[in-house]
């Protein structure tokens, strides 16, 4: 049984950096292929945010990839967000799942990001 | 990269059968057998419904069926039981190796 937990700062500054971790339990990262990250504005829709490989590839949405770095840390079965300059238009739920089989199966809690000064 | 186009709302009462289109374009939806359908009860993460178009994983109920004719998917409910009521999302593959998700669908089970 999988289980994801995402975390990290609640409250990022405007035009600052917002640094995300999942902790990947009950498996190894390395069985699945590839691992996704996806966001929830507070009342709106999914947006895809990227993915990357246990390989090390990554895929990333095509509006946020010049802000986005996406990577994994095999060794404390860690997956990592990062993302750079944001502003109010981030504030979001951040949500890690387990990609592969071209599906999401197994998704982590979320983790609000208020963007905020 | 444009979100897949979906219904805002639709409502059932119980009993019934509603139906949940998710139109896309031939760079997705219509490209690939890639269809997923996820549902998203208030405050929690979204959980994966049908994947491959049609496939339900373990666990999920036969009351939940998927389809796709040309560029448009659809998500069938039968049987609409209360705890359905939820948000639906539809999600696709595409052709720039990216992953588009629809706006979603609040589903009201009268």
């Known amino acids: 049984q999988v289980q994801l937990q995402e975390s990290g700062p609640g409250l990022v500054e405007p035009s600052g950096t917002l640094s995300l971790t999942c902790a990947v339990g009950?498996?190894?990262?390395?069985?699945?292929?590839?691992w996704t990250w996806v966001r929830q504005p507070p009342g709106k829709g999914l947006e895809w945010v990227g993915e990357?490989?246990?390989?090390?590839?990554?895929n990333y949405n095509p509006s946020l990839k010049s802000r986005v770095t996406l990577s994994v840390d095999e060794s404390k079965s860690l997956l990592s967000l990062k993302m750079t300059s944001v502003s109010a238009a981030d504030t979001a739920v951040y949500y890690c799942?387990?990609?592969?089989?071209?599906?999401?199966?197994?998704w982590g809690q979320g983790t609000l990001v208020t963007v905020s000064s | 990269q444009s979100a897949l186009t979906q219904p805002a709302s639709v409502s059932g009462s119980p009993g019934q059968s509603i139906t949940i289109s998710c139109t896309g374009s031939?760079?997705?939806?219509?490209?690939?057998?890639?269809v997923c359908w996820y549902q998203q009860q208030p405050g929690k993460a979204p959980k994966l419904m049908i994947y491959?178009?049609?496939n339900r994983p373990s666990g999920i109920s036969s009351r939940f069926s998927g389809s796709k004719s040309g560029n448009t998917a659809s998500l069938t409910i039968s049987g609409l039981q209360p705890e359905d009521e939820a948000d639906y999302y539809c999600?696709?593959?595409?052709?720039?190796?990216?992953?588009?998700f629809g706006g979603g669908t609040k589903l009201t089970v009268l």
């Open positions: 799942a387990r990609g592969g089989n071209h599906r999401f199966d197994c």
């Open positions: 009950g498996a190894s990262i390395s069985g699945g292929d590839w």
């Open positions: 990357i490989h246990k390989s090390g590839r990554t």
């Open positions: 031939s760079s997705d939806v219509g490209n690939y057998n890639y």
């Open positions: 491959g178009v049609s």
């Open positions: 999600s696709s593959y595409s052709t720039t190796s990216t992953w588009v």
